[in-house]
């Protein structure tokens, strides 16, 4: 089968992607700016040809639980939200974490605090790979920069998920979700009959019953799990990390960037370096596991490092950890919504960094 | 003369009149003395065990007393946060249609902190069966004031009787959801005497039927003691239960299926 | 090639349909594009913008400051954008409802007064081609043909019999579009 091309949303390629992805089941509640999602599954009424439950939910608290209890039965389940609605969900997704259910969560980022504002951001980096909720844990972090990622994503998010048995999050903003790009479709796949050794689907007398629960009140037994995510977590550290580079060859000056971030930057790569100045870009793929080794090799080469970002400067945090005091690193961006330009980034670069 | 009349001579099979149902599992309770979770756990072993649902069925744990639940029945389980169980247990009945799927909640978890996962999961009459321990008290946590406790009834957090003024109103949350239209089977019942255990198995029986024949939510309420939040003695405690838990939370049906959708 | 343009007017003016058939037009020639609408509250009844880039190779930032066409339907959106296109560039607007016309002498400025057209036609919700066929005559970046496949790609099947009116109200834009 081949590939479809279509002008999408980024929201509704997640929504597409995940019925082309045989996913069992979507548990959503609305919020801006990612509501096309669950409104183009309810349109698309997947229920009807392959089989996918679609539910809005009362609350995101009650979707990201029906997460937890599909999951749990080793189905193929997702929810999607936005800054607020997230943080909503954190009690689930650590209890997801904690009983290792692979599951995919999308964040379209909106800033904040509070209530903050429905225009795009990146406010909440460390909330999505830091853990976010309570105990010590790590989602496996995927950040899209165009829509045909967000579409791709979904796949590579459910494979990796269940892989490792661990919650992956999609970590877009309300500018991916919201614009239309080019997007080729994956034909759609078939829902997966097969039912990991670990679900809970009714115990047969051959096994014995299965439990999905994150409690442990013997200490030691729990530090012994606690030990055996973080081996998990080292592995997909080892294997798992993904970046996309440009221009780095012979940059003087790298940008690291990601998502909305990195696709501004790129243009401010092509400025730039019409104007002589030597910049490069590096996109993290994967924020959790983060490309730090790459960086620190990088920053043999570079003078210094930007992280674009629009936040007050979250991903800066693990930019200075990889390059470990080997080169200076700047933060530049907007914040409250407000997206960065091409132009405004070049003009930092040569004001702040290079001139200054 | 103990020695002439020892156990073995007594564990005869022409002596047994009782047994432990296949269903629940050799792990030790880790309820107080004369606590009714038991007795519940029980009902619903036997229910499942007779039905023959051990392979059908998946629980729902809460978090409460009965948290560790799942260490007691025989059945695949899924422990949930603190009030979802209706929200857990709502995707997997969607995903899994063709199995018996159930929540045992406590009154903290049901109708505090889960009050709304109860309501949306009963008015969108998913076709599960909930199971409702009143015990009007939160048992694990050390015996604080429940949005069940009764107006003037002490613990820890209402050392001087619930002052409903102060405090606000026990919660009938059963007699809430009976009037929702997605549940099909609404009860209230308890597990204290021979009797009421024969009906509280009858009323779960009927739960495992209406669920096969997707009917909508069924709700099992049981009023049950806690005798170390109520600091009493077992004895003492049902008899405290039924002069002052009963007439609050009368025992009986609140919404059964009409005659003629019953069938 | 690269055609970065934006399109600002009021909501419920057409401007992110128009953006989408532009975007699905630049498709179905086999081009990148991107469109970026500003979203939120302020698009009801008041300002709705889209930036469009149609693009021969992979296109870099979806939002940019700078544009090759502006195309402005009302007043605000005049103020706030003329500025915008790029030394060189252009600006196409309506002349309806606008009582300070553009003033810029270093971009070529074009007017194509699709409301009054529209009205004439009697079928007003045709504004927006009117204006789009405004654009091709002045950059035909995309073909006729393209564009009605591109028209095809973003109407819903049940709006199809709408297509020869639409087609009739893009070659309008092309013959009234005319340089200050």
């Not at chain 1, 999951?71 to 939200?81: E, F, I």
């Not at chain 1, 309570?134 to 496996?140: A, K, S, T």
């Amino acid at each position: 089968m081949e590939k479809e091309l279509r002008l999408m949303k980024g929201n509704e390629a997640v929504a597409e992607a995940a019925i082309r992805a045989g996913a069992d089941g979507y548990f959503g509640y609305p919020i801006t700016p990612q509501s096309e999602i669950l409104e183009y599954l309810m349109e698309a009424s997947p229920w009807k040809t392959t089989g996918m439950v679609v539910l809005q939910a009362e609350s995101e608290i009650a979707a990201i639980n029906m997460v937890y209890g599909g999951a749990a039965c080793g189905k193929k389940v997702l929810t999607t939200s936005s800054s607020p609605g997230i943080s909503l969900k954190q009690e689930g997704i650590t209890y997801i974490a904690g009983a290792e259910l692979p599951c995919l969560i999308v964040n379209v980022v909106r800033g904040g605090p509070g209530l903050g504002t429905i225009q795009p951001a990146q406010s909440d980096y460390f909330q999505a790979v830091k853990g976010g909720g309570h105990g010590d844990y790590h989602l496996i972090v995927l950040a899209p920069a165009s829509v045909q990622e967000m579409a791709d994503f979904v796949g590579l998010g459910f494979d990796l998920a269940f892989k490792y048995r661990n919650p992956a999050m999609i970590l877009s903003d309300g500018a991916i979700g919201q614009m239309m790009e080019k997007v080729w479709l994956s034909p759609q796949q078939e829902r997966s009959k097969s039912v990991p050794a670990w679900a809970t689907t009714g115990k047969p007398s051959t096994r014995k019953r299965n439990i999905i629960t994150s409690l442990d009140l013997d200490p030691n037994a729990q530090e012994v799990f606690n030990q055996k995510l973080i081996a998990k977590y080292n592995e997909i550290k080892e294997k798992e990390v993904r970046y996309e580079e440009l221009r780095c060859d012979d940059a003087e000056y790298l940008f690291v960037a990601y998502g909305t971030s990195a696709r501004v930057c790129m243009k401010s790569v092509q400025l730039a370096r019409a104007q002589g100045i030597k910049v490069g870009l590096l996109r993290p793929i994967t924020l959790y596991p983060y490309p730090s080794k790459r960086l620190n090799q990088l920053a043999d080469r570079v003078k210094v490092m930007i992280s674009v970002e629009m936040s007050a400067g979250q991903m800066i945090e693990d930019v200075l950890l990889s390059v470990n005091g080997k080169v200076p690193v700047h933060h530049f961006g907007r914040m409250g919504g407000i997206v960065t330009n091409p132009e405004e980034v070049v003009e930092n670069l040569k004001s702040k960094i290079i001139g200054g | 003369m103990a020695e002439a009349t020892g156990i073995k001579d007594i564990l005869k099979p022409e002596n047994l009149v009782y047994n432990k149902t296949k269903i629940m599992t050799d792990n030790v309770l880790s309820y107080c003395p004369g606590c009714g979770h038991g007795t519940a756990h029980r009902i619903l072993a036997e229910i499942i065990g007779e039905e023959g649902l051990q392979s059908q069925t998946i629980g729902v744990s809460p978090v409460g007393c009965s948290v560790l639940l799942y260490n007691y029945l025989d059945i695949d389980w899924q422990e949930a946060a603190h009030g979802r169980a209706p929200a857990v247990a709502t995707a997997i009945k969607r995903l899994l249609p063709d199995k018996f799927v159930f929540t045992y909640q406590g009154d903290g978890d049901l109708a505090a902190i889960g009050t709304a996962e109860t309501i949306h999961s009963c008015n969108r009459g998913e076709n599960i069966l909930i199971i409702f321990i009143n015990n009007g008290i939160y048992g694990m946590t050390g015996g604080q004031m429940a949005p069940t406790t009764i107006s003037g009834m002490k613990t820890s957090t209402s050392p001087y009787g619930r002052d409903v003024k102060l405090m606000g109103n026990p919660l009938k949350i059963t007699d809430i959801v009976a009037t929702l239209p997605g549940t099909y089977y609404v009860t209230r019942q308890s597990v204290h005497t021979p009797a009421n255990v024969r009906k509280t198995k009858k009323a779960m029986r009927k739960a495992v039927q209406y669920q096969k024949l997707n009917k909508g939510t069924c709700f099992i309420e049981i009023v049950s003691n806690c005798p170390s939040g109520w600091k009493m003695t077992p004895v003492l405690s049902n008899k405290w239960m039924e002069e002052n838990m009963f007439p609050f939370y009368p025992l009986g049906d609140i919404k059964v299926p009409e005659e003629k959708s019953a069938q | 090639m690269t055609e970065e343009i934006i399109i600002a007017g009021f909501g419920g003016q057409g401007v992110l349909s128009m953006g989408k058939i532009m975007a699905y037009s630049g498709v179905m020639q086999d081009m990148e594009v991107s469109w970026m609408p500003s979203y939120g509250p302020e698009m009801r009844g008041g300002t709705a913008n889209v930036i469009v880039i149609i693009s021969s190779e992979r296109i870099s930032s979806p939002i940019i400051k700078h544009f090759d066409t502006g195309i402005i339907l009302n007043q605000q959106s005049l103020d706030k954008f003329e500025s915008s296109v790029k030394p060189g560039g252009v600006l196409i607007y309506d002349s309806n409802g606008i009582t300070r016309h553009p003033e810029r002498k270093d971009i070529t400025i074009y007017r194509v007064d699709a409301a009054e057209e529209a009205g004439k036609m009697n079928s007003p919700k045709t504004f927006n081609m009117i204006v789009l066929g405004g654009f091709l005559k002045v950059k035909p970046i995309i073909k006729m043909e393209n564009v009605i496949k591109g028209l095809k790609k973003s109407l819903p099947e049940r709006y199809h019999n709408l297509i020869p009116m639409n087609e009739k109200a893009l070659q309008k834009g092309l013959e009234i579009v005319k340089k200050v």
